[in-house]
């Protein structure tokens, strides 16, 4: 059987046709059932955080915290080392992304570079947990207090993840946050903001839907309502949240083991405690990553190039150079991570990896 880089978690059937049944009771499908609001309430508690709105997916909530924070043109300075969603929201919202380079310890955006990116047409500062690792919250947000820009984090792989003790969500004007199939908690297909600010978490939610209450329009909006369905796998996976991150983290630390030192690791901060979302490895060059990746696929094993490739060279961005992003990007590859991958599954990738970076 074919081994690929994630596996959707699934509940037992029966645990999730017990909230199918009493949507099929109820006959609400949509428009903040039950079922969202149990699981946006379960969430701002497991979180500990604010103005919690379950969306339909990562991307639009990326949207919304643009739109909400009145951002409709200029400059948002960026990362370049993400998946193409994060720049496709600033695109989309008919912005401009203006890349500053990562850093080369947790391939987050290098805090020391962004001020010199910042011009009179800068808006906000667009920042990504990359594979839940955080980046440099306190400095970003002096450097925007000082600026006077909006701070939005892509926290798509940020879910359970926590900084000196709270969650990685609850930084920024807006977190938001991913709750797709290939996340390690899922709702099938799904997203989140956090917001700060009460008003803004208003409009926010004003925006979600259609921007009118019955008859009263009152803003321009959009639909991202998520439905009951997709609620309903929420709240059926909550329960195993614990169980699903002890599960990475076992496996991450069999991989740490057997791989040793023959490829590169994301450096962990101080107080970070993290949600084992992915497991990176970082190769000598893009070759030795080819031929790695090569002989894993003879074994029908698969992991992914997350991400690649770096995002300022798409050809309808035209970026400015980052050459620590395109060197990083060039040569680092997710392996399999999820609940129920065997030790002995891992043992053969890290054989095949190990015989192929000798």
């Not at 004003?206 to 991202?224: E, P």
């Not at 609620?231 to 909550?238: D, E, P, R, S």
């Amino acid at each position: 059987m074919a081994i690929f880089v994630t596996k959707s978690f699934l509940p037992k059937l029966s645990e999730y046709e017990k909230y199918i049944k009493e949507i099929w009771q109820r006959g609400v499908l949509t428009n903040q059932g039950p079922c969202v609001q149990e699981l946006e309430q379960k969430m701002h508690e497991f979180l500990g955080v604010e103005n919690f709105h379950y969306l339909t997916n990562g991307t639009i909530a990326l949207q919304l915290a643009l739109n909400a924070l009145g951002i409709t043109d200029g400059e948002i300075i960026t990362t370049p080392f993400s998946y193409v969603a994060t720049i496709s929201s600033i695109l989309w919202e008919r912005c401009r992304p203006v890349f500053v380079d990562i850093e080369p310890n947790n391939f987050t955006i290098d805090a020391d570079k962004i001020e010199a990116r910042i011009t009179s047409d800068t808006k906000a500062i667009m920042a990504v947990h990359v594979f839940g690792y955080p980046c440099d919250v306190e400095k970003i947000a002096t450097i925007a207090a000082e600026h006077n820009l909006k701070v939005i984090y892509d926290g798509a792989h940020a879910f359970g993840a926590k900084y000196k003790g709270k969650s990685l969500l609850d930084h920024g004007d807006i977190s938001t946050c991913s709750f797709h199939a290939t996340k390690l908690f899922h709702t099938i297909e799904g997203g989140a903001c956090i917001v700060k600010d009460k008003s803004v978490s208003d409009k926010l939610e004003l925006a979600r839907r259609f921007g009118h209450n019955y008859d009263d329009h009152r803003q321009l909006g959009i639909n991202a309502k998520a439905s009951e369905f997709h609620a309903a796998m929420g709240l059926a996976n909550f329960p195993y949240i614990s169980e699903i991150i002890a599960s990475r983290k076992r496996a991450s630390y069999t991989y740490d083991i057997t791989l040793g030192d023959c490829v590169g690791r994301p450096t962990l901060v101080a107080e970070h405690e993290y949600n084992y979302a992915y497991y990176p490895v970082v190769f000598k060059n893009e070759e030795e990553l080819k031929r790695v990746l090569s002989a894993l696929a003879e074994h029908q094993i698969y992991p992914r190039r997350y991400f690649y490739p770096s995002l300022n060279t798409i050809k309808y961005v035209n970026g400015e150079k980052c050459p620590m992003s395109e060197d990083i990007s060039s040569r680092i590859a997710c392996l399999p991570l999820f609940v129920g991958l065997e030790n002995k599954t891992i043992e053969e990738i890290a054989g095949i990896i190990r015989g192929g970076t000798e």
